[in-house]
């Protein structure tokens, strides 16, 4: 079946069926083609690929079977036109840059985003001439009063880590709009089975495949998801000449990833509230960080925006650092690691990890304390998980 045929089945069906044409092998599961570059029929056919007249494989630099099913996939799976795999989500972030941005141009980025993607716009856009103001993710407003005329998009993620704050894709798609830039949103906490953001009008999604696409902490990858024409101008000659292509096996194995993503974020979704439900009753918690409790100021928006809150959970301790190391040393079964969207449940103290570099003014101002903990809940029995954590609270 053509790709376009998938467009009248439902989700489930597109992420174990699409995008795999069976060779003349007749092969059930998608093969990988480990294949660096392709042969021509005659010099005449070379020359015709070569100048984009004829459609077709050239060189695995750009384009590969194995991984042009996983891209197939996702595109679909996002609702986008067309995909683009990288060989790591921060690769994706760094070829939406460089395909769209040029020097004198101006981003306005969500304050609360991955810590390698501050500073991918500050320390290395920023030294090509491209200047980026942070804001407040949930304040609509200060995206409004940061937008300029070089403004080139607006860049975030919702929910946010560790804060798990929600921010409204619709209006943020409309005011950019309304200013003639793009939206691009980081996907990675919801995955197209919770929430669709180019159908809430983003422009762009990217997508660190390394997480809940793979779903079991075995590759790293990325992908870009836009419109035919975006991809074709500004984001395929990148990758092209940029050279930061994912590789065929590690593309197999997202393939396989996608095929249970609707099934397992469904249980993660279970977990985490569950976990989440728990930790407020708990006598050591201050507080519980998660879009599904009727407690968190935008529960009416991700009820709204999202199919279901998603794997990760932040609280607050009643105490500092000491506690909440303390916490995550008696564990004795969750993984301490600041991986996310793994199959297996893992902790992590964000103000001496992840967060750790910016100063204790700005980890203050997120509202990331000491005494704060993040879980990405994995698929494991909840009472495990419970008993885990009740050792030290
Ligand atoms: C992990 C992550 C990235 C970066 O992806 P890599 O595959 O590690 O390069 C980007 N955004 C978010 C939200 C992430 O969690």
Not at 169 to 188: G, P, Q, S, Y
Not at 281 to 293: I, W
Request: net charge negative; hydrophobic share 40%.
């Amino acid at each position: 079946m053509k790709s376009s045929d998938w467009n009248d089945y439902s989700f489930e069906t597109q992420a174990i069926r699409s995008g795999h044409e069976r060779t003349h092998e007749d092969e059930h599961s998608v093969p990988i083609f480990t294949t660096s570059s392709y042969v021509f029929a005659s010099a005449a056919e070379a020359a015709e690929r070569f100048s984009g007249n004829q459609p077709g494989n050239i060189y695995s630099r750009f384009t590969n079977p194995t991984v042009n099913v996983f891209q197939e996939r996702l595109a679909l799976l996002e609702g986008g036109e067309r995909c683009l795999a990288f060989s790591s989500g921060m690769a994706a972030i760094m070829a939406v840059g460089m395909g769209l941005l040029k020097a004198g141009d101006h981003v306005v980025s969500s304050r609360s985003i991955f810590g390698n993607s501050v500073l991918m716009f500050q320390n290395f856009f920023g030294k090509f001439g491209v200047v980026t103001d942070f804001v407040d993710l949930t304040d609509l407003s200060a995206w409004e009063r940061a937008i300029r005329p070089e403004t080139q998009f607006l860049f975030l993620e919702t929910p946010s880590n560790p804060m798990m704050e929600i921010a409204d894709i619709k209006r943020l798609a409309e005011l950019a709009h309304a200013h003639d830039i793009l939206l691009i949103v980081d996907n990675v906490f919801c995955t197209p089975v919770l929430q669709k953001p180019l159908e809430l009008g983003a422009d762009v999604v990217v997508h660190s495949a390394t997480k809940y696409l793979d779903g079991h902490g075995r590759c790293v990858g990325g992908a870009v998801i836009a419109s035919d024409e975006l991809i074709e101008k500004a984001i395929y000659p990148f990758l092209r000449t940029g050279g930061s292509t994912l590789s065929p096996f590690n593309a197999w194995v997202f393939i396989s990833g996608l095929e249970t993503l609707a099934l397992r974020m469904k249980t993660h979704c279970e977990n985490a509230q569950a976990l989440a439900v728990w930790l407020e009753g708990q006598a050591a918690v201050k507080r519980v960080f998660y879009p599904g409790l009727t407690s968190h100021p935008q529960h009416e928006l991700a009820l709204q925006q999202q199919a279901g809150f998603g794997g990760v959970v932040s609280f607050e301790l009643n105490a500092g650092q000491a506690k909440a190391w303390e916490l995550i040393d008696a564990t004795q079964m969750l993984s301490i690691t600041a991986n996310l969207g793994d199959v297996k449940t893992t902790i992590t103290h964000p103000a001496s990890t992840t967060h750790s570099r910016l100063t204790p003014e700005a980890r203050a101002e997120a509202g990331i304390s000491d005494g704060l903990l993040r879980i990405s809940v994995g698929l494991e029995n909840i009472a495990d998980i419970k008993k885990d954590l009740s050792r030290g609270l």
